[in-house]
């Protein structure tokens, strides 16, 4: 059993930066690639940025730009760094470390809530 725990979420204004915090309980190496979603009210859960196992990225067309996922393999955490914040990115946020291709299952942290003020 892995436990992500996401932290860096709250208040910010618009135009604003937050850093988002994912540390899991085990090796982030071991999963096929560490993720953040978001999920805002309404709405369905979209995927913001992914981090594989040997370190490539990949974003969602619609968060490139503003948003940089990182990581650091000694603390087993993984950062999304969070630029030119808008008020449509109000959402809980999530981290995800995705077990495909290996013997884990997906899992889930509970969520960090980001609010972007006008």
């Known amino acids: 059993q892995v436990q992500l725990v996401e932290s860096g979420g709250g208040l910010v204004q618009a135009g604003g930066s937050l850093r988002l915090s994912c540390t899991a309980s085990?090796?982030?190496?071991?999963?096929?690639?560490m993720g953040w979603y978001r999920q805002a009210p309404g709405k369905q859960r979209e995927l913001i940025a992914t981090i594989s196992s040997v370190g490539r990225t990949t974003y969602a067309d619609s968060m490139k730009g503003r948003f940089t996922i990182s990581r650091d393999s000694r603390k087993n955490t993984v950062y999304l760094q969070m630029n030119s914040l808008k008020p449509e990115d109000t959402a809980v946020y999530y981290c995800?470390?995705?077990?495909?291709?290996?013997?884990?299952?997906?899992?889930w942290g509970q969520g960090t809530q980001v609010t972007v003020a006008t």
């Open positions: 995800n470390a995705d077990g495909r291709g290996t013997i884990l299952p997906d899992y």
């Open positions: 085990g090796n982030i190496l071991r999963f096929n690639a």
